[in-house]
């Protein structure tokens, strides 16, 4: 069923994977090639999108990428269930967490590192419940945002893919991450990054 617009069955709490996408400044150009290339794939994770955007966005990007790729790709709603074979974008405002049954929540607590939706919060919100399941993206972005939660995901023994800052658009969001740890699994181009990812799910 590849290259098919297609939602697989809803998966058990205790198998489903997750790729986080994170970014911030310079990011939707890394996005849209990474998710091109899940299109030419069937989706075996379920793929939740954090980026720091203006609120009022969502609905543009999402129409845009529904358009695009040959994937389902929703508005991330309060209680959503998360399924295998989606594509899920966080709105503008909002914090975004994954509850125990695998539903993600929406919160508007105070603003992390002056971003809201926040990576570090959404990274250590999912690596909890997720523990090795768990494959976090953090790429271009102009502030440290996600080298917190990075720590998180490592220390539950998550997968952590890095943009190379040097090719970033914004190098501070994947320096911070590639500082903050004795070690990530993965720096690689965003030509690398889908291919890099897909080896876990």
């Keep these: 069923m590849a290259n098919s617009r297609y939602i697989e069955k809803k998966d058990s709490p205790s198998t489903i994977k997750v790729v986080l996408f994170c970014g911030s400044t310079g990011a939707i150009e890394v996005l849209e090639k990474f998710l091109m290339h899940v299109s030419q794939k069937n989706l075996r994770a379920a793929i939740v999108v954090i980026l720091h955007r203006k609120t009022g966005s969502q609905d543009l990007l999402v129409k845009y990428l529904n358009q695009k790729l040959k994937v389902v790709v929703k508005a991330i709603e309060h209680g959503i269930p998360l399924e295998t074979g989606v594509i899920y974008i966080a709105p503008a405002g909002y914090h975004c967490m994954l509850e ?3 539903t993600l929540s929406l919160d508007l607590s105070e603003k992390v590192m002056f971003s809201r939706p926040s990576a570090d919060v959404s990274l250590e919100s999912f690596s909890y419940n997720l523990k090795n399941r768990l494959i976090a993206i953090i790429v271009s972005g102009a502030n440290s945002d996600g ?7 490592s220390h539950r023994k998550g997968k952590v893919i890095v943009q190379n800052p040097t090719e ?10 590639i500082d903050s740890l004795d070690k990530v699994d993965h720096i690689v181009t965003t030509k690398e990054l889908y291919k890099t990812a897909a080896k876990y799910f």
């Design 100 to 102: 125990k049954d695998m």
């Design 147 to 153: 080298a917190d939660g990075a720590k998180c995901v």
């Design 168 to 177: 970033a658009f914004a190098k501070a969001m994947p320096s911070a991450v």
